[in-house]
């Protein structure tokens, strides 16, 4: 008997292993979960849409801007009047 006869024999002998995926209640708890999960998704995006700005409003930006340094007067004229 050669080693590939024996190999043959042994390998019908072993059963199957079935997939851990055909497990029907692996199958059945994977949908559950992701049912729960789109079903958050779907109520989470539905909630942001709702708190969404109305179109068309009016948007005010408040900022504070910081006042730049003014160079020195080259010269300075002073203006005199008189009634």
């Known amino acids: 008997m ?3 006869e024996s190999r043959r ?10 997939s851990v995926w055909q ?4 199958r ?7 049912a729960v999960f789109l079903l958050l998704l779907g109520i989470s995006v539905g909630r942001a849409l709702e708190d969404g700005p109305e179109p068309g409003g009016t948007q005010t930006n408040v900022r504070t ?3 730049e340094q003014l160079p020195p007067a080259a010269r300075t ?6 009634d």
């Not at 024999?9 to 079935?18: A, L």
């Not at 497990?23 to 692996?26: M, N, R, T």
């Not at 059945?28 to 992701?34: N, R």
Request: charged share 25%.
């Open 65 to 67: 801007i910081a006042p």
């Open 9 to 18: 024999r042994i390998e019908r002998r072993r059963p199957r292993r079935r």
């Open 28 to 34: 059945f708890a994977l949908g559950v979960v992701a």
């Open 2 to 4: 050669s080693l590939d």
């Open 77 to 82: 004229v002073t203006i005199t009047v008189t």
């Open 23 to 26: 497990s029907p209640v692996l």
